[in-house]
């Protein structure tokens, strides 16, 4: 009874796989596995509503991309100690969730800033500024990583202020767009 059940999940899926729309707003994108024991296990990707854009916080965006997208020796900077490697005014910033690989081997960094209104400019600035001396230190310390820098995605969003160096900076740069 139970492989028979499998098998029906299995075909339904198939079809819902090969049928689903492919619009921009309406698409839904399932990733599904039946383990063994019969049971169905599924991931969706679907667009953020309007609501959910409006909720949601910077440590969201970081445990979203590094759900899927490794920061080596990640460590997460505070703003206590942002002013090392941003030259941020801490008090325009209404929240932040910054991980930078804390070896400084690899050039991989996710910072994801919201400033408050007015303050995302002089973030992008603060941000570029971070970007073009990460670029100059690794060309020569570590060539072999500077295909991260050279695809890196500086994005300015309404308030928000993101930056992505990491192995996958297309996917990133999707998983944030689907956030906000």
């Given at each position: 009874m139970k492989k028979s059940i499998s098998?029906?999940?299995?075909?339904?899926?198939?079809?819902?796989l090969f049928t689903a729309c492919n619009g921009n707003d309406a698409s839904v994108q399932v990733d599904a596995t039946i383990p063994t024991d019969g049971t169905v296990?599924?991931?969706?990707?679907?667009?953020?509503?309007a609501e959910a854009q409006q909720n949601v916080s910077a440590a969201d965006i970081t445990?979203?991309?590094?759900?899927?997208?490794?920061i080596p020796s990640a460590?997460?900077?505070?703003?206590?100690?942002?002013?090392?490697?941003?030259?941020?005014?801490?008090?325009t910033v209404e929240e932040m969730s910054v991980l930078i690989c804390?070896?400084?081997?690899?050039?991989?960094?996710?910072?994801?800033?919201?400033?408050?209104?007015g303050g995302a400019a002089a973030g992008k600035e603060a941000v570029q500024k971070r970007l073009d001396s990460q670029i100059a230190l690794y060309t020569d310390y570590t060539p072999d990583e500077?295909?991260?820098?050279?695809?890196?995605?500086?994005i300015e969003?309404?308030?928000?202020?993101?930056?992505?160096?990491?192995?996958?900076?297309?996917?990133?740069?999707?998983i944030?767009?689907?956030?906000i």
């Open positions: 098998v029906i999940l299995s075909a339904i899926l198939a079809v819902s296990d599924t991931v969706e990707n679907v667009p953020a509503s445990a979203a991309v590094t759900a899927e997208i490794e460590v997460e900077k505070t703003v206590e100690n942002i002013g090392a490697f941003y030259d941020i005014d801490t008090s804390g070896s400084g081997a690899y050039p991989d960094e996710l910072a994801v800033f919201k400033f408050k209104d500077v295909y991260k820098l050279d695809g890196a995605n500086l969003k309404d308030n928000w202020v993101i930056l992505t160096i990491c192995a996958d900076n297309d996917r990133a740069k999707e944030i767009n689907g956030l």
